[in-house]
């Protein structure tokens, strides 16, 4: 029989898939506030005109867009960046600057399906808005690698490649091409890494030659140095390096820009990001013009990478037993004190225990390996000794009987003490 199946490059989460998902999202939002960043979100769904207007042509390429029922051109948000500056636009005078702010959430891009890139993915987006200094660079990159460093990962792991995008429009500026080129010339070269050399050549013409010999030697910028010094300042430096081949697909970036790979290179970026100080003013016509930057990390590469590297996939194991566990495990051995079982089960789960029980006789070797299965701290069995309910400490082996009237306040001080 064939099962349908979900649609191409969408997931199904299984709830071991769930587990590991919600242990990414709490370790992202938990560095985040480490960092005083505060969570915010925005629609899904947006006018297809907002990434029209600045994302640059490659996302518009890859937009999940559609007219709705009331004839508006709509589309899935591909990323967050436009809507962030979309709200700041509208709200900022509400805030006092510098604004950080994050927001972990699902993206969608008509992408074709191939390792690490998918049509829906999930992103961590953090952005500093209203600070034009170095310091907010450095800052947002510590961030990322703060967050990469949670899950387990060191230096040797991850790199995060750091570059200027004015080190580029300089460069164009003193050989003459009109500003109408710079965008798709920053476009040829960011995916000159990964083109055939002609189809490069094809698109940068008689800059071919300059451009790919400034790639091979590597570049210079006071800025990039001043940015790796305020990281080496933080114990951070290994985990940088400047790499001008960096320029990134979208268009609106003005000044730093980075991307975080794998050491060994074996996968697509797992974050990128930079300075945007144009696009809050384009956006809004020029009625609001601040400063802003920002980076977001997908999940897909990131659980590639985890997957892949042991001490990272430890800890998140270990992260996904704990949080699966449960604290008690009722056994009812037998039928008559199902009733008795249930009025403790109600009370235990209404001081925000964790219980679970079965929902049907069972036999009571079965219970108790359910028991085991299930994590369970405790597991209280309900039969011939009542009106007194024995009390086993699974990893220790140890039993205890308590009187059914003492039960809530045992188990409380028990719990109380091993937590
Ligand atoms: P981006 O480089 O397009 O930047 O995406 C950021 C990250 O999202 C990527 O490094 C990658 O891990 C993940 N990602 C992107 N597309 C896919 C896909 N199709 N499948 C799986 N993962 C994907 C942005 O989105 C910018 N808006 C980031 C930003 C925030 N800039 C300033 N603030």
């Known amino acids: 029989m064939a099962f349908m199946q979900a649609l191409p490059g969408f997931r199904d989460f299984l709830p071991d ?23 915010w979100d925005g629609p899904v769904l947006e006018p297809t005109e907002l990434y029209k207007k600045k994302s640059g042509a490659e996302i518009v390429d890859q937009l999940f867009n559609f007219i709705d029922k009331g004839e508006r051109e709509v589309a899935l948000r591909p990323e967050l960046t436009p809507t962030l500056a979309r709200v700041i636009a509208a709200h900022e005078r509400e805030f006092k600057k510098p604004l950080k702010w994050f927001s972990i959430g699902e993206f969608y891009r008509y992408e074709k399906q191939q390792r690490g890139r998918l049509r829906e993915h999930f992103q961590l987006n953090c952005d500093i808005i209203g600070e034009a200094s170095l310091a907010a660079d450095v800052e947002l990159v510590a961030l990322c690698i703060d967050v990469l460093r949670s899950f387990g990962f060191n230096e040797k792991d991850f790199v995060v490649r750091i570059s200027d995008r004015d080190f580029w429009t300089g460069f164009l500026r003193e050989k003459d091409v009109s500003p109408e080129r710079w965008d798709e010339l920053l476009q040829a070269i960011d995916k000159s890494g990964r083109e055939p050399r002609e189809k490069t050549a094809e698109k940068l013409g008689k800059l071919t030659d300059p451009i790919l010999s400034i790639l091979k030697s590597g570049g210079k910028s006071q800025r990039l140095e001043q940015l790796v010094g305020g990281l080496r300042d933080r114990g951070l430096a290994d985990y940088v390096g400047i790499d001008v081949s960096i320029v990134r697909g979208l268009a609106y970036y003005t000044g730093i820009v980075f991307e975080v790979f794998d050491r060994a290179g074996r996968f697509r970026a797992i974050a ?36 892949e590297t042991v001490r990272a996939r430890e800890k998140l194991q270990n992260a996904i037993a704990s949080s699966r566990k449960i604290d008690i495990y009722v056994v009812i051995a037998k039928e008559q004190r199902r009733a008795d079982a249930l009025a403790q089960i109600q009370q235990f789960r209404d001081r925000g225990y964790r219980v679970d029980y079965p929902l049907t006789s069972d036999k009571v070797g079965k219970q108790f390996q359910t028991a085991e299965q299930l994590g369970a701290h405790l597991a209280l069995l309900f039969g011939d000794e ?9 990893a220790s082996r140890e039993e205890l009987l308590i009187d059914n009237h003492e039960l809530q306040s045992h188990i409380a001080r028990v719990l109380s003490q091993s937590s």
């Open 17 to 39: 898939d769930c587990a590991a998902r919600n242990c990414i999202f709490a370790r992202w939002r938990e560095v985040a506030r480490r960092y005083g960043f505060l969570e």
């Open 272 to 307: 990128g990001g930079g300075r945007y100080d144009n696009l809050i003013a384009q956006l809004s016509d020029g009625a609001v013009s601040i400063p802003a930057l920002g980076f977001a990390m997908g999940d897909v590469v990131l659980g590639e990478l985890i997957n």
């Open 386 to 394: 009542w009106p007194q309910v024995k009390i086993k400490t699974l």
